[in-house]
C-alpha cells in the first residue's frame, strides 16, 4: 500500500506554498498528475486511493524542484499554447498566453508561406500551419537545441511535411520572400532582468529573453533586414513588451514602414506590433 493521494497533496502544496510558488495547489495537483501518469482533469478520482511507492518518490522528488523554482513546464516537458500541448525544455521560452495575440490577428488574414524568426518552441509557426492547412512555413533560431524543440512539436502537430526549420542569426540564412513574418525577439532590457521571477530569470533561455541592452536591438536588426523578405501587401509581426510600442513603430517608421498598428493583450499592455509592406522590389 502506498501514501494518500490526498495526504502527499496536502503536504506538497503546504511546500510549494512556503517556497513562494504563485500558484501551489495548482501546480501541486498538475505534478501528482504527472507522476501519476494520469491527464490532470481526471486527477480528482485518483485522489481517493493511494499512490504507488514509485510515483510517490516521483511525485517527491518533482515538488522538491519546483520549490527550488524550477519551471513546471521543465518538470512535466508540456506547456498549452492555443489549444494543443507543446513539447518544451530549458532551450526554449515557455509560450505564454500574450503571444496568442499575435496567433489571432496573423488568422484574421491571409497568407501561404510564413518565416517564423527566433522560432524557439515553433509554437508560434506550428499553430499557425495547423489553424491553416494550405500554408507552408519556414522556422529558424539560432539555437540548434531550440530548433531540435521545435521540429519534435512539428511531427507531434502534423505540420512537418510543411515545415522548415534551418539555424540562422535572423536572416542570416533565410531565403525566398513571404507574405507573413513573425518574430518574437528578446525584449527584455538588461536593467530588467534581476527584476524577473526566478522561474524564468534562472530557467529560461537567457539569449531568448534579453539582447543585453535596451531591449531594441533585436527590432531595429530585424526591421533594417526585413523588407526584402516580405512580399508586396504582406504582414510583419513583432511581439514586444509592455511600454515599446513608441519605440518599435519608431524604429518601423525610420525603415520605410508607414502602414502600422500595435496591439492590446489582454490587460490592455501593447503585445504586437503589426506592419504592411506595400512597396514593390527589393
Known amino acids: 500500500m502506498g501514501v494518500s493521494a490526498n495526504t502527499l497533496l496536502a503536504a506538497a502544496v503546504r511546500r510549494l506554498d512556503a517556497a513562494g510558488v504563485p500558484e501551489p495547489a495548482i501546480d501541486a495537483r498538475r505534478l ?18 493511494a499512490v504507488p511507492p514509485d510515483a510517490a518518490g516521483s511525485f517527491e522528488t518533482l515538488v522538491e524542484r519546483r520549490a527550488s523554482r524550477v519551471p513546471l513546464s521543465h518538470l512535466t516537458g508540456r506547456r ?17 498566453p500574450e503571444t496568442e495575440v499575435m496567433i489571432d490577428a496573423a488568422l484574421q488574414g491571409s497568407f501561404s508561406d510564413v518565416l517564423d524568426l527566433g522560432t524557439g518552441s515553433g509554437c508560434i509557426l506550428v499553430t499557425l500551419l495547423a489553424d491553416r492547412p494550405t500554408a507552408r512555413g519556414v522556422g529558424v533560431d539560432i539555437s540548434r537545441a531550440a530548433l531540435a ?3 519534435e512539436n512539428a511531427r507531434r502537430h502534423g505540420v512537418a511535411d510543411r515545415a522548415v526549420f534551418a539555424c ?9 520572400t513571404y507574405d507573413l513574418i513573425v518574430a518574437n525577439p528578446p525584449y527584455i ?14 530557467h529560461e533561455p537567457r539569449l531568448a529573453l534579453t539582447d543585453d541592452s535596451d531591449g531594441l536591438s533585436s527590432y531595429r536588426t530585424i526591421l533594417r533586414q526585413a523588407r526584402p523578405y516580405i512580399r508586396p501587401g504582406g504582414r510583419l509581426m513583432l511581439e514586444i513588451g509592455a511600454g ?18 500595435i496591439l492590446p493583450d489582454l490587460d490592455g499592455k501593447d503585445r504586437v506590433v503589426v506592419l504592411e509592406w506595400q512597396h514593390s522590389g527589393r
Do not use: C, K, N
Open 168 to 176: 540562422s542569426d535572423w536572416f542570416s540564412a533565410v531565403g525566398g
Open 80 to 96: 498549452m499554447f492555443w489549444g494543443r500541448d507543446f513539447a518544451v525544455s530549458a532551450a526554449v521560452l515557455d509560450p505564454r
Open 244 to 261: 515599446q510600442g513608441e519605440a518599435v513603430t519608431a524604429i518601423a517608421r525610420g525603415e520605410g514602414f508607414a502602414d502600422l498598428r
Open 32 to 49: 501528482l498528475a504527472h507522476a501519476l501518469a494520469v491527464d490532470p482533469g481526471r486527477l480528482t478520482l485518483a485522489l481517493a486511493g
Open 149 to 151: 524543440v521545435a521540429v
Open 189 to 202: 532590457a538588461a536593467e530588467e532582468m534581476a527584476g524577473l521571477s526566478p522561474e524564468v530569470r534562472d
